[in-house]
Every structure is written in structure tokens, then in C-alpha cells.
């Protein structure tokens, strides 16, 4: 059976807050200390999961910890955000909910980075497939994008997201992820324009300008150093562990696995480069004549580039940040913008144009990851947003922001509420009302429709008249003096008139995670967000494939005298969009905390993480879930973990759980108070009752391990004896046996040594009887050879002596042939023609042989060579062999052509629909047909002819069009002249008198010149109608243009800006040809 672990097992700390005796802040935040400093980050209360960020990496996101914790129970494992996901999904699957997964904490304390955990977990565990894996790829890979245009360093995190991001994953009926919807709120598009001291604008800025090729730079006009970019801050340029180069390489790939067309990518980049030009627009003051003052540019240059990239006429943009048209019904009213209001007005154009460029990239991707099915689907949102922002200045992106974290945290404390009603009475346990502060009156203060600050704000822009942040400020302290959660020092509030702490241009709201101070100015500004109507009809003309897009209110045709709505109703009703379709979900919360603001491992500031564990609410979810039942855990995993406190339940329960249960709580005498019967549950009042539990647990499990450990040791101890009296029995019968044989071995060995020592004397003097014996034969045979070779050698000495000389000689030389002849053949070279080796010669008198058959042999490898040719190699190589006599030596273009094959047709003469004409015009068949420069006289320029040759004439066409220029029959050709060096230049000249030579002679180059005059001349030679045409090879000769003859003359030279041979025309009786040297 699976051994099961549980949160209680091992406990570092307590794992779930609800458990936590007694519950105050400080042991609240103790307990969190704890677990961090043992790099425990997670902590559950109930089902929430707090997440501390521990600014290091952590060997808890294996693939090895994704299966431990799939399909496993929430509380089965010790605290993890994987558990949490896995809830979820299978909830969603198994369950048919949908699911949403909130994510709140402060900036940097890594909301980010949970989120992807939250999506990598379910991308691991949901099913497989080709298609399956490509959506899941495609959604992950849409974080890069987003978080290079959406994300910035601040001094609070390297990678802080400045937008907010609410993604819903849809999946099918298997679980299968199908695509997603991604929703983004209020990006902080002020920090286009403008960054705090030590916080960097958004990456992709700084990704582009350090990762991009020079070839993109330049084309989007851009240079690498930052400090040319009046929108880059250059203190916190670069980031210590962040490649940027790196990242814009991954942000590329991303946007290419996504679905971003190449055009697009490049259409997006070059709205970036737009901005970062936009940025570098300085104004000059110009007086008229009417005493007010026009703004004018300093320096066009970069809006000349800009205008460029946008394909915008620069005349139309610069009246716009000049000039400004007010519309009121049929009348329209230009005024001059000063050098303020242009400044004005070019930073309003930079933050809308990045602004709607980041909500098309939104777009852009949704359309790429939605579902393509129209069936129903189940969904699982996660929601990555701001946290509560308190700053030392606050001003209206704080303000929206925290009213964002009231409603969530209303939505939260809603939510959490009915899940617990809803859990008590489906286990049929008694609800009662628990007492909670509702933050309803603050988000009334905010968001009500008649008196609440965005609708008093959004009046205020409306109002004719002198508008400015003080009139906004004292309609806030005439409408809102008595509300109890709104502070100023200039209402008719009395008590607020001595507060130093409470600036005069300040008002204080107490939020439900404490009192937040907002400094009045800009508010008006940042509300209204004005874009001049001059400026989006300017951008509405440009030629640029998106701009059109992201500007339609510059349409002249669709022209809205409506003011446009205020960034604070928009964002209103999109926080009352998702406020909806949260509700429609079955929440999951992750609550990221930041441990220090150093952005450093191993540091926890307690007044910090007090200060977060206040705002997000902590305290308050903890006592709401210990109102009724701190503990709630089903029968069967209860009396699974328990059964050993009593004798009943154990070892095995044979009846139902929940009665095992009650045997063993009555056993154990725990009041009826603190306890309840659930359908599926036993719930647990007080957390001391469960460590009551616990402890019994451990005593009688050390009580269990000191049985288990006696019974083993005794079972080993018998073990071990019975094994040892066995071996004893084996080892002693071994024993004997080893020793009778020893002993058998030892007599058998001595009886042969014995044996062997009197065989071997009888051996010996038995050799010796023979060995003498024999010596005595050899004797008397010796002797008698030697008598009768004495006797053969007296008798025919006479004979021997005449003729021996000669046949020792015959031998030897017959001997030495042979010899000769098969070192020869096991020495022959290849049958290469081209190998020259040979054998050396072994005697001085072979030599003459030694040639003879070297010469034979390769004359019979040479014809078995030319036995192969096919008659096309063969026509081929008398080519080339032509082509040798007549330029080998001679020109030095010859040897770069020996290599190259003589094709014949260059320009596929008969395949090319374009010369179809030209090729039926040609009654022969063509031999040579390429692409040559036909040389002006004039001016020395060439013109490219198409060049034909066939066995009667050549033919000089058109290359466009294929029209014959010129044809000249070959009886016409006496002779054609080329020079020594390595041009392509060659002159054919006409015979004087022929019909063809009424223009001249023709000047040609070519660099198939080798090729060209090899099959002139071999046509020549093969006729017997013509005579063989002259090649003559000079560095000068005459050419006859018309009436005039010409002289070419060939010199020496460099190559300049790249060309290689130039030829000039020096006066009306010489053209000089420059050839680079070798």
C-alpha cells in the first residue's frame, strides 16, 4: 500500500494558519519567519496558499514534484502551490466548476512568477498531443511578450508587472487545454514618458537596442547607446542577472511560436523605434505677430526619422504639435500651442501610441490562443494584478490601484464567507453569522455614481470653465467631509485642521489595509488623458499598416465631437466586468508576500511582512476561518491517520469510517462540544483538540516503533542463530570432504612422479640404443657418396668443362628475367592515364626493355581509358584539347576555364518561354547560346546582348525583349582578336566588302570568352565551305567601328570601388581596357 504523507507530518512551524495556538500577529508572523528560514515559502489558511518570495531559485518545481503532488488530496502533501493548482484543475475536470485563481500581494513580491507555476503545473499535467501541445506551448509562450512590453524594473522588482493581467484558460471536456481569452488593466503608460530615480521604462526598450541585429537598428534608424533616448533612464540602464540581448532573442521566438506574422514583428519594433524618436522632440519658442508665442522643433532630424518609419508626411506632424483645432458644433477654431503645450501634447501621442500598441498586442495574441471550437468549455481564470501600493508620493495610479485591491478583497472576503456556508450546510453542520469588517463603505466612497470620488472626478473633467486638481480637491471636501473614512485638512472636518501630517494638497482615505495619503496633483491630467484630435488624424494619415488601427478617431469621416470616456470610468467598468465574471467561478487565492525590500535571499523584515500580512486582509481570513471549525477532514483519511489510539480501530476498521471515527473519539473522551459530525467530514472546533490528537499520534507511534523494533530485533536474532547452526553443519561436512580429497590428491600425485621418473629412464636409454645406431648408418652412407661422386667426377670431367660457363649463364639470366617479370606485375601502377609512377628498373642492362614496356602500358591504359568516352565526352574533350592549343600559355584567362564544363547553353534557349520567339527565328541548331556585353564605343559601357552561335552564323539579340540586333553569317568572319590578359574582352572583325561589315566590327566581352572563340574556331576549321577563322592574341589591335578603325589597348590596373576590368574611351581613336593584376 502507498504510504501517505500529511501537512501535520514533519511540521515546520504550522503549515495551515488556522492551526496556529494562540492566534495573534506575532505569532502569525513568527510562524512565517520559521518556515522561510527553512525555505518553507508556502503556507495554507484553510485553502488559501501564502507565498513568500525567497528571491533564489528552489529545487521545488521538478517534474518529480509535479507527479507528487497530481491527483493527490490538498491536504495530503505539505503546503505547495502545485496543490493548489491541482485543486483546481481537477475541480474543473472532474467536477465540471469553473475555476479562477486570484493572485494579489505587492509589486515584487512575486505574483508573476506564481502565475507562471499556476500554468506550467497545469500545462504538465492535462493531456498530450500534437495539437494539445501546441496550444498549451502557444499559452505559455505568451508570457515573454507581455511581460517585455507590460513589464519594468522599479525600485521594489526587477521585473515588475505595470499592467494588469486576468487570463482565462478554456478547456474541453477532457481537460484538454483548448485556447484562452487574456484581458489587461491600466498599464502605467506614464512611465513611457517618465521613470522614478532608479526604475527603468518598460524592457522591451532597452531588449531592443541591446539584442537587436545592426541590420535591424538600421533599418528602424536606432542606435545602441541609451543615452541618445531622452525616454531611457540612465542610472538603472542595465540590470544585474538580466541579459537583455537574451531576452529580445526570447521575446522573437515567442512572438514567432504565438503566431505573429514577420511583418507584424516588424511593424510592432518599428512602433517602439517611434517612440523612442518621439522622446528626443525638443521645442523653441517663435513669436508672431499677434504677441502669443508658437512652439516650433528644434532639430527635424528625428521627426524626419520617425516620419519615415510611420509613413507620415513630416509637414502634418509638425503642424499638429504646433497648431490645435477646437470643434464646437459647425465651427472650428485653431490656436497655437506654446512650447508647454507641445510638450504636452508629445508626450500625450508617446504614452497613447505604446499604450494602444500593448492593447493590440493583447488582441493579437487572443486571437492566436482562442479556442477554434464553438462547443461548450470549462474555464480556469488566473488573475496576476497589482497589489496594495503605498508609496511615500501617491498620486491617481495609486488611487486606482488600491480601489481594485478594495474589491477584490471584497469579493474575498465574500467569497470565502459563502464557501464556508456553503461547506457547513452540505455536511448538514449549523451556520452561524460571523462578525467581519465589510469594506463596502469604502468602495461606496469610491465608486458610488452620484457622490463617489471617480464619478465627483469625472464631473470635474466634464465641467466648463477653469478646471484644475484644487477645484477637484474642494468638491471632495464639500461632498465628502463627513464620510468616516475620508480625511482633508481644507474640509469643514474640524479635527483635520491640525494635522501637519496632512499636506494642504492632499486628502487620506482609510483603506481597509490602512490609511492611504494621495497627493491631488495630476489627477485631473491623468483622468482626462487628452490626446489633440490634430494629433490622431495626423497619425490616422500614415501609410503604416497598424497605425490606422490603433488611431480610428482620426478617421475625418467618422468624426466624434463626444468627449472620449475617462481613464477612471473605463477602468470602473472594467473592474466591474471582472468583479462579475469572478463571482460566476469558484475562487482559489495565492497571496504573495515580500519578505525584504533588498530584493536579497535569506532576509526577513518583520515590520515589513507585518505591514503586508495587515493589507491583504491575513488576520481577518484566518479568524474567519476559525469562527466555526478551525479543522475539517474526511472519515477516511481520518481514521486512516488516528485508528492506532484506540484498540477498537485497530489495526483494521471492518464497518464504515465515520463510525470508526465516533468509536475512537468517545474512546479518547473528547468533549461533544468541540467537535461535529459532517455528512463527509469531522469538523474540529478548537486547534488545541487536533494537537491533542497529534500528540497521542506520536506517543503511540514511538510506542508502536519500540514494539515493531523488539519483535524485528528478536526475529533477527533467531535468524541469525538458525542460519549459523545451519552453516556450521555445511561448513564441517564441506570440510571433511575437502580433506579426503586432499589427501587422495596427494597419494595419486606421489604414485605418478614415480611412474614418470622410471618411464623416463627407460625413454632416455632407449634413445641412446637408436641414436647410435642411426650415426653408424649415416657414417657408411656418407662415406660411400663421397666415393662414387670422386669416382662420376674423374670419368666426366672432361665433357663438363666445355660447355658450363654458357648454360650457367642462360640459367642466370633466365632466372633474373623471370625475377623481373613478377616484381613487375605486383608492382604495376594504376590505370590512371594522368599516373606517371613506374616501377625502377632492378639492372642497368634492362633499361631499354624497362622503357619499351612502360611506353606500351601506357599506351594500353590509355586506350581502355578512351574506351569509356560516350561520343558527347568525347566531343567535350577535343573542346577543351582545341581550347589548349590555342590558349595555353597565351592567355591568362585560360586556366580559370580548364575547370569548368563547356555547357553550350547558358540561358535554356529552348525552355525559355521569353526567347521562344528568338529560338524559331534560328533555323540551325544552336551551339552556344549565352549572355554577353556588346561594348559602346561611345563611352566604353557595356550592353547585355544575347549571344547565339550556330555551324553558318551568330546572332546578337535583345536580352529583354529577344529581338535580333544583329546577324552575322560566319563566311562573313575573318578573324577574331583577344588580348594576353585574364579580361573577357574579344573583337570580331568582318571581312571588308561583306554585306555584314556595313556597322563594323563587333566589341565584345564575355566571361565564357575561352569557350566562345573554341567553337568558332572548330567550326571553321570542320567547314570546307570556309576558311579556318584567325585568332589573334594582342594586348593591342584595331577594331572597325563604321568609317573609323579603333585601337584597343589593354593595360595594367587596379580595381576600384569594387569593379574588376573598366574600359574608358580616351579619345576618338582609342579605348583603353583596365585589367586588374592577378
Known amino acids: 500500500m502507498e504510504v501517505k504523507t500529511s501537512l501535520l507530518d514533519n511540521m515546520i512551524g504550522v503549515g495551515d494558519m488556522v492551526l496556529i495556538e494562540p492566534l495573534s500577529e506575532d505569532t502569525f508572523i513568527e510562524n512565517l519567519r520559521k518556515r522561510f528560514e527553512h525555505n518553507e515559502i508556502y503556507t495554507y489558511i484553510g485553502s488559501v496558499v501564502i507565498s513568500m518570495n525567497p528571491y533564489k531559485s528552489l529545487p521545488i518545481y521538478t517534474a518529480e514534484k509535479v507527479e507528487e503532488y497530481r491527483n493527490r488530496n490538498f491536504y495530503e502533501l505539505s503546503p505547495h502551490i502545485y496543490a493548489l493548482a491541482d485543486e483546481a484543475y481537477r475541480s474543473l475536470r472532474d467536477q465540471d466548476k469553473d475555476q479562477c485563481i486570484l493572485i494579489t500581494g505587492e509589486s515584487g513580491a512575486g505574483k508573476t512568477e506564481a502565475s507562471k507555476f499556476v500554468m506550467s503545473y497545469v500545462a504538465a499535467v492535462c493531456g498530450k498531443g500534437q495539437e494539445v501541445n501546441k496550444v498549451k506551448e502557444q499559452l505559455l509562450q505568451s508570457n515573454p511578450v507581455l511581460e517585455a512590453f507590460g513589464n519594468a524594473k522599479t525600485v521594489r522588482n526587477d521585473n515588475s508587472s505595470r499592467f494588469g ?11 484538454d487545454p483548448l485556447g484562452g481569452v487574456i484581458s489587461n488593466y491600466l498599464l502605467e503608460k506614464s512611465r513611457v514618458v517618465k521613470q522614478p530615480r532608479g526604475e527603468r521604462n518598460f524592457h522591451i526598450f532597452y531588449q531592443l537596442l541591446s539584442g537587436a541585429s545592426d541590420d535591424t537598428l538600421k533599418k528602424l534608424k536606432l542606435d545602441r547607446d541609451f543615452s541618445k533616448y531622452n525616454y531611457l533612464s540612465l542610472d538603472s540602464a542595465t540590470v544585474n542577472g538580466l541579459d537583455d540581448a537574451a531576452c529580445f532573442r526570447t521575446v522573437r521566438n515567442a512572438m514567432q511560436i504565438v503566431g505573429f506574422m514577420e511583418d507584424e514583428v516588424q511593424s510592432v519594433l518599428e512602433l517602439v523605434a517611434a517612440v523612442l524618436k518621439l522622446g528626443n522632440l525638443e521645442f523653441k519658442p517663435e513669436s508672431r505677430c499677434n504677441g502669443f508665442d508658437e512652439s516650433r522643433i528644434k532639430d527635424k532630424n528625428d521627426l524626419k526619422e520617425m516620419c519615415e518609419l510611420l509613413g507620415i508626411e513630416q509637414s502634418v506632424l509638425e503642424r499638429a504639435f504646433s497648431f490645435r483645432t477646437v470643434e464646437a458644433k459647425m465651427e472650428k477654431v485653431s490656436t497655437t500651442l506654446n512650447v508647454a503645450q507641445a510638450y504636452y501634447a508629445r508626450d500625450a501621442l508617446a504614452k497613447n501610441l505604446y499604450s494602444r500598441l500593448f492593447s493590440w498586442l493583447v488582441n493579437r495574441i487572443n486571437e492566436s490562443i482562442k479556442a477554434q471550437t464553438k462547443s461548450r468549455k470549462k474555464v480556469m481564470g488566473v488573475l496576476d494584478i497589482y497589489g496594495f501600493e503605498i508609496f511615500e508620493d501617491n498620486s491617481f ?7 481594485c485591491n478594495e474589491k477584490l478583497q471584497q469579493i474575498f472576503i465574500e467569497l470565502t464567507l459563502r464557501e464556508e456556508q456553503e461547506e457547513y450546510i452540505r455536511e448538514g453542520i449549523e451556520w452561524t453569522n460571523i462578525e467581519y469588517f465589510n469594506n463596502a463603505i469604502i468602495c461606496d466612497l469610491i465608486e458610488n455614481n452620484k457622490n463617489g470620488i471617480l464619478a465627483m472626478l469625472d464631473e470635474e473633467c466634464l465641467r466648463p470653465g477653469t478646471v484644475t486638481d484644487e477645484t477637484f480637491l474642494d468638491k471632495l471636501n464639500t461632498v465628502c467631509a463627513e464620510h468616516q473614512h475620508f480625511e482633508s485638512r481644507q474640509s469643514k472636518n474640524s479635527k483635520f485642521l491640525t494635522d501637519h501630517s496632512l499636506p494642504h494638497n492632499c486628502f487620506r482615505i482609510q483603506h481597509y489595509a490602512g490609511k492611504v495619503l494621495y497627493r491631488v496633483e495630476g489627477f485631473v491630467d491623468k483622468n482626462n488623458d487628452l490626446l489633440y484630435r490634430d494629433l490622431s488624424q495626423a497619425m490616422y494619415k500614415a501609410n503604416h499598416s497598424l497605425i490606422k488601427i490603433l488611431f480610428p478617431e482620426g478617421n475625418p469621416a467618422k468624426v466624434n465631437l463626444k468627449r472620449p470616456l475617462t481613464a477612471g470610468f473605463q477602468f ?11 463571482l460566476t467561478k469558484n475562487p482559489n487565492y495565492i497571496r504573495c508576500i515580500k519578505p525584504n525590500d533588498k530584493k536579497a535571499a535569506h532576509i526577513f523584515t518583520d515590520s515589513l511582512v507585518c505591514h503586508q500580512v495587515r493589507y491583504l486582509g491575513l488576520m481577518e481570513n484566518v479568524r474567519v476561518r476559525r469562527a466555526g471549525y478551525a479543522f475539517r477532514q474526511a472519515y477516511e483519511p481520518c481514521l486512516e491517520r488516528y485508528k492506532m489510539l484506540c484498540k477498537q480501530t485497530w489495526p483494521h476498521w471492518k464497518g464504515p469510517a465515520r463510525e470508526g471515527v465516533e468509536v475512537l473519539l468517545k474512546n479518547l473522551q473528547v468533549p461533544a462540544e468541540e467537535f461535529a459530525y459532517g455528512r463527509s467530514k ?38 541469525h542463530f538458525l542460519l549459523l547452526k545451519k552453516s556450521q553443519v555445511v561448513v564441517a561436512a564441506w570440510y571433511r570432504r575437502f ?8 597419494i595419486r600425485s606421489s604414485a605418478l612422479v614415480v611412474q614418470s621418473y622410471i618411464r623416463g629412464w627407460k625413454a632416455r636409454k632407449l634413445l641412446r640404443e637408436l641414436k647410435h645406431k642411426k650415426r653408424c648408418e649415416e657414417a657408411v652412407t656418407t662415406i660411400s657418396a663421397y666415393w662414387h661422386g670422386t669416382q662420376v667426377r674423374r670419368e666426366y670431367r672432361k665433357f663438363f668443362r666445355a660447355n658450363a660457363g654458357k648454360k650457367i649463364y642462360d640459367f642466370t639470366i633466365q632466372r633474373i628475367m623471370q625475377k623481373y617479370f613478377m616484381g613487375l606485375k605486383k608492382t604495376m601502377p594504376s590505370m590512371s592515364p594522368v599516373d606517371k609512377s613506374w616501377p625502377a628498373r632492378p639492372y642497368g642492362f634492362l633499361d631499354g626493355m624497362h622503357q619499351e614496356l612502360r611506353r606500351i602500358f601506357h599506351l594500353w591504359r590509355c586506350k581502355k581509358y578512351r574506351s569509356q568516352f560516350t561520343e558527347e565526352k568525347k566531343a567535350t574533350y577535343e573542346e577543351k584539347l582545341a581550347a589548349s592549343e590555342l590558349f595555353k600559355d597565351k592567355k591568362a584567362l585560360y586556366p580559370s576555364s580548364v575547370g569548368q564544363p563547356f555547357k553550350g547553353d547558358y540561358v535554356e534557349i529552348t525552355k525559355n518561354p521569353k526567347y521562344q520567339k528568338l529560338n524559331s527565328l534560328v533555323e540551325d541548331k544552336v551551339l552556344l547560346a549565352d549572355v554577353v556585353s556588346k561594348i559602346n564605343r561611345a563611352n566604353g559601357k557595356g550592353a547585355p546582348r544575347i549571344f547565339l552561335l550556330t555551324k553558318k552564323s551568330l546572332v546578337l539579340a535583345d536580352q529583354k525583349t529577344g529581338q535580333v540586333k544583329a546577324s552575322v553569317p560566319l563566311l562573313d568572319l575573318s578573324s577574331v582578336s583577344v588580348s594576353t590578359q585574364s579580361d573577357g574582352f574579344f573583337a570580331l572583325k568582318l571581312k571588308e566588302g561583306s554585306t555584314s561589315a556595313a556597322k563594323g566590327d563587333f566589341l ?13 574556331h572548330r567550326i571553321g576549321a570542320a ?15 584595331l577594331v572597325q567601328f563604321k568609317q573609323d ?12 570601388n569594387g569593379n574588376g576590368v573598366a574600359c574608358k574611351r580616351k579619345n576618338n581613336r582609342l579605348l583603353e581596357v583596365s585589367v586588374p593584376s592577378p
Not at 1024 to 1037: G, H
Open 682 to 719: 469531522i469538523f474540529i472546533r478548537n486547534p488545541r483538540t487536533l494537537f491533542f490528537l497529534e500528540e497521542k499520534r506520536r506517543q503511540c507511534l514511538e510506542d508502536l516503533a519500540t514494539l515493531i523494533q523488539k519483535i524485528y530485533r528478536g526475529w533477527k536474532c533467531r535468524t
Open 397 to 403: 495610479e495609486q488611487f486606482i490601484i488600491n480601489y
Open 1004 to 1016: 565584345l566581352s564575355s566571361d565564357r570568352l575561352i569557350e566562345i572563340i573554341t567553337k568558332l
Open 739 to 746: 580433506a579426503q580429497q586432499k589427501k587422495y590428491q596427494n
Open 1045 to 1056: 578603325k579603333v585601337c584597343v589597348k589593354f593595360i595594367p590596373g587596379t580595381p576600384k
Open 165 to 175: 493581467k486576468y487570463m482565462d484558460i478554456e478547456f474541453d471536456f477532457k481537460g
Open 572 to 582: 470602473r467598468a472594467s473592474v466591474g466586468t471582472l468583479m462579475k465574471n469572478l
Open 1023 to 1037: 567547314s570546307a565551305e570556309r576558311n579556318q577563322i584567325n585568332i589573334d592574341i594582342s594586348d593591342e589591335f
